[in-house]
């Protein structure tokens, strides 16, 4: 058998399709950090480092647009890493990682909930190794690392990875509900998104002007990918 696999990628819309080379025994990395969970809305990232920098990117021209330069402390090393998240414009699925140092592009990482489920080959069970877990979420799979000294104080505030869309809500959280769909999984990159129900009335965006609605699919509608 090949030591490289070269799996399908779609975002949810379609318009960013591409070949990623996995290396078959090569460990993924499951970061918890606090920017990959603001980034991807997922309790952890299953990121996966592609056998090679440059990808051919197929789909509507200029669909896959680069993020700003943020960070990820699972990944970042040194002071000088950095990172960027490639998305689709359309649909907002975020499709690859990059980490840059001193400018240049040192590797591609692969975010594994964009991974066709369909074509993922049976025989292959990836080893994770744990990084970013300086503060992991309360409600992820490392959450008895975390001790919660108090009830949080109201309001509670949130935001983008880029502070962009800030808001606040009066509710504090009562259950945490992890949607393990592949249209969540392909849109976040993440193994699953995690949700708190907040009744609409009770959040107030504080900076909505970036605030950018996507329907991801019709009431009662499965999207196979």
Same mark, same amino acid.
């Given at each position: 058998?090949?030591?490289?696999?070269?799996?399908?990628?779609?975002?949810?819309?379609?318009?960013?399709?591409?070949?990623?080379?996995? #290396?078959? $025994?090569? #460990?993924?990395?499951?970061? $918890?950090?606090?920017?990959?969970?603001?980034?991807?809305?997922?309790?952890?990232?299953?990121?996966?480092? @592609?056998?090679?920098?440059?990808?051919?990117?197929?789909?509507?021209?200029?669909?896959?647009? #680069?993020?700003?330069?943020?960070?990820?402390? &699972?990944?970042?090393?040194?002071?000088?890493?950095?990172?960027?998240?490639?998305?689709?414009?359309?649909?907002?699925?975020?499709?690859?990682?990059?980490?840059?140092? #001193?400018?240049?592009?040192?590797?591609?990482?692969?975010?594994? &909930?964009?991974?066709?489920?369909?074509?993922?080959?049976?025989?292959?069970?990836?080893?994770?190794?744990?990084?970013?877990?300086?503060?992991?979420?309360?409600?992820?799979?490392?959450?008895?690392?975390?001790?919660?000294?108090?009830?949080?104080?109201?309001?509670?505030?949130?935001?983008?990875?880029?502070?962009?869309?800030?808001?606040?809500?009066?509710?504090?959280?009562?259950?945490?509900?992890?949607? $393990?769909?592949?249209?969540?999984?392909?849109?976040?990159?993440?193994?699953?998104?995690?949700?708190?129900?907040?009744?609409?009335?009770?959040?107030?965006?504080?900076?909505?002007?970036? @605030?950018?609605?996507?329907?991801?699919?019709?009431?009662?509608?499965?999207?196979?990918?």
């Amino acid at each position: 058998m090949a030591d490289v696999l070269q799996l399908p990628v779609a975002c949810l819309c379609k318009k960013v399709r591409f070949l990623a080379p996995l #290396e078959r $025994h090569r #460990e993924w990395l499951s970061c $918890h950090c606090f920017g990959c969970r603001r980034a991807h809305g997922a309790a952890w990232v299953p990121l996966v480092p @592609l056998a090679t920098k440059g990808l051919e990117i197929h789909g509507e021209r200029g669909s896959l647009k #680069e993020g700003p330069f943020s960070m990820c402390s &699972g990944l970042a090393g040194t002071v000088n890493a950095e990172v960027k998240r490639h998305f689709c414009q359309s649909c907002g699925s975020i499709c690859l990682v990059s980490l840059h140092l #001193e400018g240049t592009v040192r590797c591609s990482l692969l975010p594994a &909930g964009v991974l066709s489920d369909a074509s993922f080959p049976k025989e292959v069970s990836p080893k994770l190794k744990d990084i970013g877990t300086q503060s992991p979420a309360p409600f992820g799979p490392l959450f008895g690392m975390v001790s919660i000294q108090s009830r949080p104080q109201l309001p509670i505030s949130g935001s983008c990875l880029c502070g962009a869309c800030r808001f606040r809500t009066q509710r504090l959280p009562r259950e945490m509900q992890h949607c $393990h769909c592949s249209m969540c999984r392909q849109m976040s990159g993440a193994a699953y998104q995690t949700w708190t129900p907040v009744p609409k009335a009770e959040v107030e965006w504080i900076k909505p002007n970036s @605030l950018r609605e996507i329907r991801a699919s019709r009431p009662g509608e499965k999207i196979d990918y």
